[in-house]
């Protein structure tokens, strides 16, 4: 039976060597490897991914990608597709604020011909938020959008030949700062 993949991001690499009780690692096994900054758990081990890049080259259907608490200044493009009832989620760790911040084109979250992903619970703020072409079955849920320098249709969030798409419980603003810790 296969075990749903968790992906740790944390913000900086563990001192820890290996998945276990003392490890800054959530998986649903006890032991494994650890490789860079992210466990992967596949069918009996977990595995680590070193970026959000990574982490989205090695989530495949039904897997889930907890990133840790941090600012990224990298892209979220996820690389493959889920299923249907297996969606890949990626989401912050409980409890942890995550940010995605930079200055990329055409935005810091990129969707680009995948379907059945969930992207939950992450703040994107100054930079182009969101780009999806021939993306199908996504679903946005409870995202923090903040800040951003494009205007009009060229940028913030963007659905290009894209169907079947859920954006719900989401923030978008351009002008407001939201404190999340007070």
Do not use: H
């Not at 596949?42 to 680590?48: A, V």
């Not at 959000?52 to 259907?61: K, S, V």
Request: with cysteine; hydrophobic share 40%.
């Amino acid at each position: 039976v296969r075990l749903d993949c968790v992906v740790t991001v944390p913000s900086t690499k563990p001192a820890a060597t290996s998945c276990d009780a003392a490890a800054p690692c959530e998986v649903p096994t006890t032991s494994g490897t650890m490789i860079g900054n992210a466990c992967v758990v596949t069918d009996t081990e977990p595995d680590l991914a070193d970026s959000l890049d990574g982490a989205a080259t090695a989530a495949q259907a039904g897997d889930t990608v907890l990133i840790r608490q941090g600012t990224y200044s990298e892209q979220l493009q996820p690389n493959n597709s889920g299923a249907p009832g297996s969606p890949i989620t990626y989401r912050s760790y409980p409890g942890e604020v995550v940010t995605l911040t930079g200055s990329f084109s055409p935005a810091v979250i990129v969707l680009e011909q995948v379907a059945y992903i969930t992207i939950e619970g992450l703040r994107v703020e100054d930079s182009r938020w969101l780009e999806a072409v021939n993306a199908q079955q996504i679903v946005f849920r409870n995202n923090i959008f903040l800040r951003t320098p494009a205007s009009g249709t060229t940028g913030n969030v963007r659905f290009v030949s894209s169907d079947y798409n859920v954006i719900a419980g989401n923030i978008f603003s351009r002008l407001v700062y939201i404190d999340l810790e007070g």
